[in-house]
């Protein structure tokens, strides 16, 4: 009890209270520019720290980190561009939305539910850190690898066309991972003797051109639509808890994933979005409004994302493994503070830690009134031309790629994704599918490969460790689940035309 | 660019084969009985057959057509523009004009000159695309090179602040 | 080429076309007189950036100009230490140069090599423990090393980096000062040290050979143990990890580094300057408390000495990823 005082006093301070506000306003600008994601939001940051108190260098870290989050769904939702690849999943869905003219709810809703994914993932981590970290620690490749298959199982889910095109889609996009020498041999490949290629595609440059850059292609290529009708904006926050009550269980499916998700190593954020978002459409009672911008979706994937932030700090505190790029990050910031990762830090710095889950706490809440001011000020887009709209989202596309590596073969990787993501959509391939691969394909083949060497190319192991067992038989019912569905279909849309004759 | 399924179908099929054919070239690796080819053969092989079923429409039936928001009554659809689908192509160029010159004319100009072919492009005014021209490139220098410290390249004309 | 760089010349040639008698009077500025850049060839976030950061920080107090860091990733380090090399040597381009310029060439990915850099100084150098897990049968090096040469080839493994990445050279290494095959351990590739450490508490590996502050906190939890340490002496920051000289009687030591570099010619003076400034930021309070903080280890050497440490690690890294079969002959 006594920490948890010691916690709050740490907090309240003056420095630790500035060093919130200021991040939070930052991680919410830099999230919401497309191309700066979370993750370069965070490593920006870390100049900074250097002239921080050990617990406001953290809290900027933390609130910014929550904030860009949130914000990259703001350009999603409004000019489907994901501020940050954890978007990614629902931009199309938010964007649909919009174009309904419902985009108050849209970003109300991605900002409700992602303010009640951190609460309840920094719940997770007051509660749940040590257990959960001692079930992470227990993944091993084999477990990775299953999971990356689940996750690559969702490209089929989250598309609306032709599943033949989907999974092509999703091959495309495994086949552009497959480019460069980050590969388990260390061998380069398909890299045409270009040095840009050895590094392989980065993910960011990729979803820019799918995603942003087609959309100012496919605004040349046809006339300016109807404009949105002038109405006043309404307000962000009505409707929210209609919303929470009908959509009370996927938001809690996707809390409680987002916590999974995050605490495993390696998997952060823009997996989470992923994943919820398809469990979200396979376990809808509506999975046919999906894609023409239904909220429910959105709902989950909102919490997911955020929810994964917090808990992927469970690993880090406890092992200085980094749950994702940011806690990689962060780890760093903690060791230069002297707040070593391990065991001792909940035990002998208890009130340094409630310091931590008092700030995320903090950082979630202020999300609200803040992120209703950026909301604000950003739904002016919505009202300017397109002439004045597009040119811009353009120069976003091409600075936002270069500041990745400040290297300008990103540029033209965005370009080279532009026309890939134009033509693939006008021909009825899913994108999503595309970057889904993109951002898995490492994964897959990683932890395959690494688990054979270990196993000498044994594919027991696959199957009789207890937790891989069990993601095993998740995999295979996922997989049979279609099937059997189609099956039970087909017998009921049988059994009348068998009727009558008679 | 809308093509039949039979190109998209054999394009995929074609490319396929590629990376069949580029994953054999790939040396083996010692300690590694997996090596670097097994995986794009597999995508591979997974591509041509894809790629077999489009060209046979297999699944086609699945497909949603494309999500037109349908127009309001009274309300005149309005015919593409000429050239719509070459037009399409104007940005991808406009980056790749982006990396050829930015570095040695710099952001500013470069930035301009983009903004302003994809404002006219869109059927903006002069009135609205100059002073546009002008000032997003300004906004956006601003943020990026002294918020964010991106280098982006001064060229002949760095930012006046 | 650096925006600067190029402002410069223009200047220059501004200058001489303008007022070629004026040029006197324009007496050479001390250097430097503008902003320097100090380009990082791996991504924000990293250990090689947070280096890069403290340098730049407290270089900026001893030039008195702004030292800007610009990560230039890519290419899994090829596309920043290349522009590093054909920056213009005016020495407003200066760059952190990682132990992967010795390795790089060697499997044909680059015609880069240390030769094509003016070194102006050593930062920091990390030697790699051998780490196994707290539930390990093997107590010691000793142990360890009858473990492996009593099993059979590619029955134990390790991991900690990718295929060819440094970390594989030591153990590469280690093994072949024992008289053994460099596969004797078969190498499982990892995404760094982190998963690695993570794999071996799991149990899917048995060693992992990566720098101590990397498995820091693995060891600190008590999940993991290190067994020795394969640098000539031991770490002060950690006292009780023997050498493997000591304790195992092998003559066996490499190192992960990272120094301060510039391209090729270089004005010597500029070179002589920064080396001065880089040295007082060396010996300054805040870049030992920053390293000790984060685990990094201490290493001084000047620009001639930094130049000797990469053409040493060069020749030792070819002779191990020959062995190894991963050079491009």
């Excluded at chain 1, 070593?340 to 009134?369: C, D, H, K, Q, V």
Aim: aromatic fraction near 8%.
């Amino acid at each position: 009890m006594n920490d948890l005082i010691e916690g709050f006093r740490l907090v309240g301070q003056m420095d630790v209270l500035i060093a919130i506000l200021a991040s939070s306003i930052y991680g919410l600008v830099v999230g919401s520019l497309p191309g700066l994601s979370a993750t370069m939001a965070t490593a920006l940051l870390v100049p900074v720290t250097f002239y921080l108190s050990p617990i406001a260098a953290v809290a900027t870290i933390i609130s910014a980190s929550a904030m860009a989050i949130f914000s990259g769904d703001i350009p999603g939702c409004l000019l489907r561009i994901p501020g940050t690849p954890a978007s990614a999943a629902y931009t199309d869905e938010a964007y649909a939305m919009t174009r309904k003219g419902q985009a108050e709810l849209a970003l109300g809703t991605g900002l409700w539910f992602s303010a009640v994914g951190g609460i309840v993932g920094t719940l997770s981590l007051v509660i749940m850190a040590p257990l959960l970290a001692e079930v992470a620690l227990n993944f091993s490749s084999y477990e990775y690898f299953w999971l990356a298959v689940l996750g690559l199982m969702c490209a089929t889910l989250v598309a609306r066309s032709s599943p033949v095109k989907a999974i092509a889609s999703m091959l495309l996009g495994l086949l552009v991972s497959c480019i460069g020498m980050e590969n388990p041999a260390g061998a380069p490949r398909f890299t045409f003797g270009m040095a840009d290629l050895l590094g392989g595609i980065e993910p960011l440059p990729a979803l820019v051109g799918v995603f942003a850059l087609s959309e100012v292609m496919r605004a040349l290529a046809t006339f300016d639509p109807p404009p949105l009708p002038r109405r006043k904006f309404g307000s962000i926050m009505a409707g929210q808890w209609k919303l929470t009550k009908q959509y009370q269980w996927p938001m809690w499916r996707g809390n409680v994933i987002g916590i999974i998700i995050g605490v495993l190593p390696g998997a952060g954020a823009d997996m989470a979005a992923w994943v919820s978002y398809a469990m979200s459409k396979r376990f809808s009672k509506t999975p046919e409004k999906f894609g023409t911008g239904h909220p429910e979706g959105l709902v989950e994937a909102g919490a997911s994302n955020n929810a994964s932030l917090a808990s992927g700090w469970v690993p880090a505190l406890l092992f200085g493994i980094p749950g994702d790029t940011i806690t990689a990050i962060a780890i760093g910031v903690l060791y230069m503070k002297g707040l070593n990762p391990g065991p001792t830090l909940f035990t002998e710095r208890a009130s340094s830690m409630y310091a931590l889950y008092i700030i995320f706490i903090l950082a979630n809440i202020i999300m609200i009134p803040l992120g209703i001011i950026m909301i604000r000020l950003a739904a002016h887009v919505l009202r300017a031309p397109r002439a004045s709209i597009m040119p811009i989202i353009l120069m976003l596309c091409a600075v936002g790629a270069f500041a990745t590596g400040n290297n300008m073969f990103s540029v033209l990787l965005v370009g080279f994704f532009g026309v890939v993501g134009y033509v693939m959509e006008r021909n009825g391939y899913p994108v999503a599918a595309l970057v889904l691969g993109i951002v898995m394909g490492s994964m897959v083949e990683q932890s395959f490969v690494t688990s054979l060497i270990k196993s000498d190319n044994s594919l027991l192991p696959f199957i009789d460790r207890p937790i891989s067992s069990v993601l095993a038989a998740i995999t295979a019912g996922a997989l049979l689940w279609p099937v059997g569905a189609w099956l039970l279909r087909r017998r009921a849309r049988n059994r009348p035309t068998l009727q009558r004759p008679a | 660019m809308q093509l039949s399924d039979r190109v998209t179908g054999a394009f995929l099929v074609a490319l396929g084969g590629f990376s069949v054919y580029g994953a054999s070239l790939q040396p083996g690796v010692p300690g590694q009985d997996v090596g670097p080819s097994v995986f794009p053969t597999i995508i591979g092989l997974g591509l041509v057959g894809c790629g077999a079923l489009i060209l046979l429409r297999v699944g086609h039936s699945f497909e949603a057509p494309e999500d037109v928001i349908p127009p309001a009554a009274g309300e005149a659809v309005p015919q593409p523009p000429r050239f719509a689908e070459l037009r399409a192509f104007i940005p991808p160029l406009l980056l790749v004009f982006y990396t050829l010159v930015a570095d040695w004319l710099g952001f500013l100009p470069t930035a301009a000159t983009m903004v302003l072919v994809v404002a006219l492009a869109l059927g903006a005014s002069w009135r609205l695309a100059l002073p546009l021209a002008v000032l997003a490139p300004l906004g956006i220098a601003t943020i990026f090179m002294k918020l964010l410290r991106v280098p982006l390249p001064d060229g002949l004309l760095p930012l006046p602040w | 080429m650096s925006p600067f760089s190029r402002r410069t010349l223009l200047g220059a040639g501004a200058g001489l076309a303008v007022a070629p008698l004026a040029a006197p009077a324009l007496a050479q500025p001390r250097y430097p007189v503008r902003p320097l850049q100090l380009i990082c060839p791996w991504g924000a976030g990293g250990g090689t950036d947070a280096t890069a950061r403290i340098v730049a920080a407290l270089l900026e107090k001893e030039l008195g100009q702004p030292v800007n860091v610009v990560n230039r990733t890519g290419g899994s380090g090829v596309v920043g230490h290349a522009a590093l090399a054909s920056a213009n040597p005016d020495g407003y381009s200066i760059g952190i140069i990682t132990v992967e310029i010795a390795m790089m060439h060697w499997q044909g990915l680059t015609e880069l090599t240390h030769a094509n850099y003016t070194p102006l100084g050593l930062v920091n150098r990390d030697a790699p423990g051998v780490q196994v897990s707290a539930s390990s049968p093997y107590k010691d090096i000793k142990a360890l090393a009858e473990g492996i040469k009593a099993s059979p080839p590619g029955r134990l493994k390790a991991s900690g980096t990718g295929q060819g990445g440094i970390w594989h050279l030591a153990l590469v290494g280690w093994l072949q000062a024992m008289g053994l095959k460099p596969d004797h351990v078969r190498w499982v590739p990892s995404n760094g040290a982190a998963p690695g450490m993570q794999d071996l508490v799991a149990g899917g590996i048995d060693i992992v050979p990566c720098s101590i502050p990397e498995a820091r906190a693995m060891l600190d939890a008590g999940r993991a143990r290190s067994l020795a340490i394969m640098s000539p002496q031991r770490d002060p920051q950690f006292p009780d990890i023997p050498t493997l000289k000591e304790s195992l009687g092998v003559d066996y030591q490499t190192a992960v580094w990272r120094g301060i570099g510039a391209p090729l010619k270089l004005p010597a003076e500029h070179a002589a300057l920064l080396t001065g400034a880089l040295e007082k930021v060396y010996k300054s309070d805040q870049y030992s408390e920053f390293m000790k903080a984060r685990g990094f280890g201490m290493d001084w050497a000047d620009g001639a000495g930094f130049g000797r440490v990469m053409a040493e690690t060069d020749a030792a890294m070819g002779v191990a990823m020959k062995a190894a079969g991963l050079a491009k002959t």
